[in-house]
């Protein structure tokens, strides 16, 4: 198979090492609008060639369009209009936008919106990875608004690369999203604006800090050109979670001025019970 | 070396298995309250032997208190009263209130208090583990009011673990765990909470769960007994960045309530200054 990677950042770079390595494409074309990605992509091997939209979308019979979502709002009708019987996906983290721009396309049917549940703090080419996506879950949306061979494609690609589907409607997607990755993302950007805002001393943090602080502050090197438009076009459900999570910390802050370690330690109890949902 | 550990948990355990494999202990006593801990300390070979508290500080050098900080505070003025020339530590996350309750006491040159930087949200014997604290910080308070041949025995200990000494007064220290460690705990406990609360399908939660959710919120899996004396006894601090990182949430409720773009991209951009810290 013949498939054109549009965006060649972390998710991008590392689907590209995926289908080759799994021998799932035989060609990749890469677009990338930052020169020095796409040369770091070349060295890395991460691609066959870095050619422009309208050869990539001519030459392949799979398109994965991997640049923040903002940008999918903008290119996806361009390459919509572009494309004869190709199947195009996209990997954004955010779906009810996507889809509505796209709704009355004619080329609608050649389109699935797929989220694979995978990513770290970094980005760019440089931080792809071999094996990223094997036994994670990927999210496939509205999949009766898409012609059966498009989904069928798309199902064959996730199945190879060893992810578990999901099937679910972009509202439903991007409401859940809200609570398993943009809050936690948010809660991280405050933790490390909390810190760096309150502790001067950073040598102090630096060698104080333990796995716990590490991994809850980990998120907040991530990177704002995508995390931006992401809470963007989920912002209300964000807001929704967000005005939960400030009041459930309230709650915490509540039982130290009064001294209720009652209520504190049944609090903390509740919160156990995540262990019964994330091993 | 003979030395004594109070508390057989993921701490005093660690600390067990540490003082075999490096050969830092000859013979290691127990103490455990639990008596189903105590035997699968013994099961684990984690100690030689689980005795009294009045036999482990008769018959060792070195003593180690390993328990929650709430009942350090209960047993340390006991553990004075009956030894002669042992030196004794302790390991708990906060340490004014503890150094407090001794400072008058009349062995009080012979105790050190000490915060080995390790820790993980299992709790128990069971979660002991090998080569726990190698590498990690160690933090020594008040050396200049213990005995020098004790306060030289314990950096000898923890340089023998591979731990790296930092040297403060408890309040410095109550303050820097206030950021590195106990704020990340609350977030977690509170992000925990909004998820449980909110979502209820939770088979949504366990299938889409990225790496992302699991680690901002691993430390809600931690247990009350040993973070509510914790949050208890270092109450101020920890209200103090509580509040700091409520209003640093409120800002990024402000930004997406008044879409405010410009203002949330500075914000993601400022905490990514965590990188220069943490790497």
Redesign the interface.
């Known amino acids: 198979m013949k498939v054109s990677i549009i965006g060649l950042g972390l998710i991008g770079g590392s689907m590209a090492i995926a289908l080759k390595e799994l021998s799932i494409a035989k060609t990749i074309l890469g677009v990338e609008a930052n020169e020095k990605h796409a040369l770091i992509a070349l060295e890395k091997g991460l691609v066959d060639e870095v050619v422009s939209l309208e050869e990539a979308i001519l030459k392949s019979e799979f398109i994965i369009i991997a640049i923040p979502v903002d940008e999918i709002e903008k290119l996806l009708p361009f390459i919509l209009d572009k494309i004869t019987k190709q199947v195009v996906i996209e990997v954004g983290s955010i779906k009810s936008g996507i889809i509505e721009v796209i709704k009355d396309h004619p080329n609608r049917k050649r389109f699935v919106a797929t989220h694979p549940?995978?990513?770290?703090e970094y980005s760019g080419p440089e931080a792809a990875i071999s094996g990223a996506f094997k036994g994670?879950?990927v999210?496939i949306c509205d999949i009766d608004k898409a012609d059966k061979d498009a989904v069928e494609m798309v199902k064959d690609l996730y199945r190879k690369l060893g992810m578990?589907p999901?099937y679910m409607n972009a509202d439903e997607h991007d409401i859940?999203?809200a609570?398993?990755?943009h809050?936690?993302?948010?809660?991280?950007?405050?933790?490390?604006?909390?810190?760096?805002?309150?502790?001067r001393?950073?040598d102090?943090?630096?060698?104080?800090?333990?796995?716990?602080?590490?991994?809850?502050?980990?998120?907040?090197?991530?990177?704002?050109a995508m995390?931006?438009p992401i809470?963007?076009q989920n912002?209300e459900n964000?807001?929704?979670?967000?005005?939960?999570?400030?009041s459930?910390?309230?709650?915490?802050?509540s039982c130290?001025?009064k001294?209720n370690?009652n209520y504190?330690?049944e609090?903390?109890?509740?919160?156990?019970?995540?262990?019964?949902?994330?091993k």
Chains 1, 2 share one sequence.
Do not use: C, P
């Open positions: 549940m995978w990513g770290t994670k879950a999210v578990q999901l859940h999203v609570y398993v990755s809050i936690s993302h948010i809660t991280s950007f405050a933790l490390a604006n909390t810190v760096l805002e309150k502790e001393e950073e102090a943090i630096f060698s104080l800090a333990s796995g716990g602080f590490e991994s809850t502050v980990r998120l907040a090197k991530s990177n704002a995390w931006v809470f963007m912002r964000v807001l929704d979670v967000l005005n939960e999570h400030i459930q910390l309230r709650k915490f802050k130290l001025e001294e370690y504190l330690q609090l903390i109890e509740k919160a156990n019970r995540i262990k019964n949902i994330i």
